[in-house]
């Protein structure tokens, strides 16, 4: 049972280069988030989606950009990387918006 | 805004001692309040959640105290374990697609 599966681990961009950080589930959740943790600051909502198709803005969602095609990915793109956006960043899905959140393991973004 | 406030950022607690984190929010509109635990490098998971229904939950040694007209709630860990030491975060939703607000997080380390 994956569960919520990021990929990459870990990974190093040089400023202004772009990336998609990957987030699948297998657990056939309507609702997948994307945040960021920065040390000392708790968890930061980037986007979240509520079904295929559909994604909203959460608290700091400039700098990236989601798409949910399928029910099961959620990738988050980052464009024209900064410095800011070196983070950890979390995907997680739920079954209801109000229910329990599973997290992936994390993708640690560094921009230098 | 804020809308979870955790505290304190960091505890520390002997072995077997009780560890206390408290929560505080504003929204009234809140009706679930689920407690992450977060291992270093990994997500953060699911440990216990509440509805205000209830003044309080026990599940084995961890207890979440709810009050309600204070707008408060709290993580009881008794009889602290070192393997309990990790990061501690609350969280609240209110009904509808809005998703999880976060506290910012406390780190508890469990000492012998």
């Known amino acids: 049972n994956a569960g919520v599966t990021q990929t990459p681990k870990f990974r190093i961009l040089k400023i202004g280069q772009s990336m998609t950080l990957q987030c699948t589930q297998d657990m056939n959740h309507n609702y997948m988030y994307w945040y960021r943790q920065d040390p000392g600051m708790g968890l930061k909502l980037i986007y979240y989606s509520v079904g295929a198709g559909i994604t909203d803005k959460g608290e700091v969602p400039n700098g990236y950009n989601v798409s949910r095609s399928t029910t099961e990915d959620f990738p988050l793109r980052l464009e024209l990387a900064a410095p800011s956006q070196t983070s950890v960043y979390f995907c997680?899905?739920?079954?209801?918006?109000?229910?329990?959140?599973?997290f992936g393991q994390g993708t640690r973004l560094t921009v230098v | 805004q804020q809308q979870v406030k955790q505290s304190p950022q960091s505890l520390i607690v002997q072995k077997g001692g009780i560890s206390i984190i408290n929560c505080a929010y504003e929204n009234t509109a809140f009706d679930y309040f689920p407690w992450y635990q977060q291992f270093p490098g990994k997500g953060p998971a699911l440990l216990i959640a509440?509805?205000?229904?209830?003044s309080e939950k026990k599940e084995g040694r961890f207890t979440i105290s709810f009050n309600k007209s204070a707008k408060q709630f709290s993580l009881h860990i008794m009889d602290s374990q070192p393997g309990d030491s990790a990061t501690y975060f609350c969280a609240a939703y209110a009904s509808g697609n809005t998703p999880l607000v976060f506290g910012k997080g406390t780190r508890l380390s469990v000492i012998a």
């Open positions: 509440i509805r205000p229904d209830v």
């Open positions: 997680a899905s739920s079954f209801s918006a109000g229910g329990g959140a599973f």
